[in-house]
């Protein structure tokens, strides 16, 4: 791991009057570019030959004569041959030379190599290097590892699939589409094995994964996915932020339920066994009497963040839980970094953030402000990992 000094000492060199926010252009870096246009930051999406036209074309700003912004909250983007080329020391160096602040997305730990960046990427970036690894599953102190010492509730592990006996949840990676799931439900050891022999005769999972998968206990419940922001720069009441709810859309998953169970039944060997590949959010919101169950969950996370990844999770962060018919949370999956389903908060902001600051406040708008804060407070380096 970098030593935290050797990337913050890069912050010595920059003219603060030309920081530029950037992000790798996938996932939430449409939420991220428009946050920084709301706060007045040029931004710089660093897009992968052949994935470049949203942002190089659909969402690229518009300047008039006078180089005022028309339309569009892109203003700059490098059409590299790879996403992870971006930490190719010349880039780097360019980075820094532009006073580029990076901010991290589950697309930049997906493509890029987590060692690289931990050890070599010195691009002064938003949030908590040490945690991205966290979000591994194949890591022994991943977040479930995290959510133990913590006190946190998640769902019950089952080590051995000969002991299921309840409705359980199989995690694992696809065998083809490598960044998504091949995740499977199972209420038997039997329909387990069933299902695994279907998985992998279709291609959908390998021998190989499964002996690395987390079988689970399955919530039964709605999601709510917690978009959180915690604040070292806040002087004056909570550091922790709740900014808003997301939940996501699945397929083939949602497909399945959107049919009548006879319809189900008639489904052939490979369109019976549902995907979870996550393909879309909606918003949403809490019942305010469950609200300070959410904050104290928070309240444990940042804590255990503390005490076991120094400095501890800075910025957003997204508690991903299951809600029981007791109203019980249980996190299923952490994010400690923006998470997947803020751009649906994008422009019009996040209801509760928009209540809290008083203004249309996204994800995107409050790391762009946490920026301008740290910048006029002269403690951008708090928030710099």
Known sequence: MLDLNTVRE??????????????????????VCDGAVDEGFPTLAICQK????????????????????LRGVVDETWVLDKFADVLKDEY?????????????????????????????????????????RSEEREEE???????????????EKIDDPEDIDRLCIVKLKHKVKRLERGFFTAASYEEY?????NLIRNDVITKEDLGN????????????????????????????ELLGIDWRFETSLDGHVRLPAPQQMTLNEEQRVPEYTVTGHNSATLRESQLEKVFELAELYVKATKKHYDPGVIGPFCLQTCVDKDLNFYIY???????????????VGHPYGNTLWGKRMSTGRRLALEIRRGIEMDRLKEIIT
Do not use: C
């Open 333 to 347: 999956d952490v994010a400690p970094r923006t998470g997947g389903g803020t751009n649906v908060h994008m422009n």
């Open 50 to 69: 052949g994935r470049e036209k949203t942002y190089d074309r659909y969402f690229k700003t518009i300047f008039d004569d006078k180089g005022d912004r």
């Open 213 to 240: 998968a987390r079988i689970e206990e399955y919530i039964i419940g709605p999601v709510f996915n917690f978009d959180f922001f915690y604040s070292p720069l806040n002087a004056k009441g909570s550091e922790i």
């Open 193 to 197: 094995q069933e299902k695994v022999d």
């Open 10 to 31: 890069k912050l010595d060199y920059y003219d603060f009057s030309k920081t530029k926010i950037g992000v790798v252009a996938s996932h939430s870096a449409l939420d």
């Open 141 to 155: 102190k991943d977040y479930y590892w995290i959510l133990e010492k913590g006190g946190l509730p998640f769902p």
């Open 92 to 132: 780097q160096k360019k980075l820094i030379e532009e006073n580029v602040i990076f901010v991290p997305n589950r697309s930049f730990t997906s493509y890029a190599p987590l060692d690289k960046i931990e050890d070599e990427f010195v691009v002064p970036m938003v949030g908590s290097r040490n945690l991205l």
